[in-house]
């Protein structure tokens, strides 16, 4: 039913900027960013609601990256500055088609709570 594809991504300088896109087809209620650096877990970053504009930032990135939406095109966005080094992930954006608060995401588990997952991007930023 719903589907995700993402866009954006790659090799960024530190200190540098990147923006990611997700493009939901089908009603979903809240899409959300996540990303999983290399033998870690995947962390959760940032949420937003597709019905209110409620968004959730994890504090280790606000102030530098930034989650939107365009309703007309059913796309949600990450937008991330000034990038570090800690940064480099595979970021996905995932999907809840049920009732869901931005807030949330940093307390559901990400193995059996997630609705849809998009493909994955690639964030790569070199010192």
């Known amino acids: 039913q719903v589907q995700l594809v993402q866009s954006g991504g790659g090799l960024v300088q530190s200190g540098g900027s990147v923006n990611l896109s997700c493009a939901a087809s089908g009603v979903t209620t809240s899409i959300g960013w996540f990303r999983q650096a290399p033998g870690k877990e995947r962390e959760a970053i940032a949420c937003?609601?597709?019905?209110?504009?409620?968004?959730y930032i994890i504090d280790s990135v606000k102030g530098r990256f930034a989650i939107s939406r365009d309703n007309a095109k059913n796309t949600v966005y990450l937008q991330m500055s000034s990038l570090k080094p800690e940064d480099t992930a595979v970021y996905y954006c995932a999907a809840w088609i049920g009732p869901f608060a931005p807030p949330d995401i940093v307390t559901i588990n990400p193995r059996t709570e997630i609705d849809v997952w998009g493909q994955g991007t690639q964030v790569t930023v070199s010192s």
């Open positions: 937003i609601s597709n019905t209110d504009g409620q968004t």
